[in-house]
């Protein structure tokens, strides 16, 4: 396993592998058993890093979310697992009741909900801090001043460590940093989003934006993180679902564009002079660009997590890398 620090303050910062595990589905459509056996799995291998969130996965048993932070509880307990494997969740996008959607009835960014789903996901999760906490999905009805702050004050108390944010637009990142600073408070350091070798669109609306998708690591993203070395990217949905290796997995409306078969065309190239699959070239890519990105991938499996996992260790050459970024 290889590794790298994420946070700049000495006092929160941490050394986490450069792969991360989503576990999104666990203790839903992946059961309790294989979940554990995937943690286990991973924390062999040297990973320390595993992600989740106070609303997974609500839309798969018509509740409020939490069976993914319990299920990573009971197996902490159960290991012994310390501070040595950093836990990241997030809070913003759980809804309020069980049947309705962060849509149209999600939980939001005040400086009490911040507190409450902090404290939540503390007790599911059987620890006394969380070593990260996001911002899951932006809150236009709570000022921006006013979530910062809730944020803050938990760094502060020590009951959370590293604060991230994910699905927001660029610029109300910029100014939510820029509002930390100028009160003298910790800001978000760990920005989490939709990013992989094939380029998504994101001007198509969606139902939280007419403008297009935050959720999209677009060119904005991408260079106000190679221009803050203090940032780190995790990129969630690296491997687009099975896409790259599932013939019956369409890609979707938000990659059929110009840029997409030349792209494939390089990928395919590189998968045959490695032997390697798309998807740990994919992973490779990401971990060893100019701009390290830490891929967050989600498993079903101990077989899947092992593919994933020898993607650390392929080195890609400066010829294939080349190859592979200049595709348009």
Excluded: C
Aim: charged residues 20%; negative net charge; glycine residues 10%.
């Amino acid at each position: 396993m290889k590794y790298r620090t994420i946070g700049s303050d000495p006092a929160t910062s941490r050394r986490v592998s450069v792969l991360s595990l989503g576990a999104m589905l666990f203790g839903t459509r992946t059961d309790e058993k294989t979940s554990f056996a995937i943690l286990d799995r991973f924390v062999e291998a040297g990973g320390t890093f595993i992600d989740t969130s106070n609303n997974y996965a609500y839309w798969e048993d018509g509740s409020q979310g939490g069976a993914s932070e319990n299920v990573i509880g009971r197996w902490r307990r159960s290991r012994g697992i310390g501070d040595e494997v950093v836990i990241a969740t997030k809070m913003g996008a759980r809804p309020l009741a069980p049947g309705t959607g962060y849509v149209e009835n999600r939980e939001g960014l005040s400086a009490r909900a911040v507190r409450i789903a902090a404290e939540q996901s503390r007790e599911r999760l059987g620890t006394d801090r969380l070593d990260l906490l996001y911002a899951h999905i932006e809150d236009p009805a709570t000022p921006l001043a006013e979530t910062v702050e809730g944020f803050a004050a938990l760094v502060a108390e020590g009951s959370v460590g590293l604060l991230g944010v994910s699905n927001h637009w660029a610029w109300k990142v910029e100014r939510a940093r820029a509002t930390a600073a100028a009160r003298g408070l910790p800001g978000f350091e760990v920005l989490q989003y939709s990013h992989s070798y094939l380029r998504r669109r994101t001007d198509l609306s969606d139902a939280l934006s007419a403008d297009g998708s935050y959720g999209v690591a677009g060119g904005d993203l991408l260079s106000y993180v190679r221009a803050e070395p203090a940032l780190t990217l995790v990129a969630y949905t690296p491997l687009l679902a099975g896409a790259y290796v599932r013939d019956d997995k369409p890609l979707g409306p938000d990659l059929d564009h110009a840029g997409t078969p030349a792209r494939l065309a390089a990928l395919r190239k590189v998968v045959a002079e490695t032997g390697a699959t798309a998807n740990q070239v994919v992973l490779s890519w990401l971990i060893g660009g100019e701009v390290p990105v830490v891929p967050l991938t989600g498993v079903s499996s101990v077989a899947q997590l092992d593919e994933n996992l020898a993607a650390v260790d392929l080195e890609l050459t400066a010829g294939q890398r080349a190859l592979l970024d200049g595709a348009h």
